[in-house]
């Protein structure tokens, strides 16, 4: 088989897929402290209050 893929190696699929979820994560971690900085600003809370606005209007159209 491998004189066929010239020596190489083929890449396991699960391991690339863990590999990008490990580094994923570790960079959420990296980056936690800005994140919840992010949240609890007042802008945070009113993009929320506009996207509970929007899902609202939303809603009472599908309804009609």
Do not use: C, G
Request: aromatic share 8%; no cysteine; glycine share 0%.
């Amino acid at each position: 088989m491998r004189t066929h893929r010239k020596e190489k190696e083929l890449h396991r699929h699960h391991v690339i897929i863990y590999v990008s979820a490990f580094i994923y994560l570790n960079s959420i971690l990296k980056q936690e402290e800005h994140l919840r900085f992010i949240l609890a600003t007042n802008e945070w809370r009113h993009i929320k209050d506009i996207e509970k606005d929007i899902l609202l209007k939303n809603e009472k159209r599908n309804n009609h």
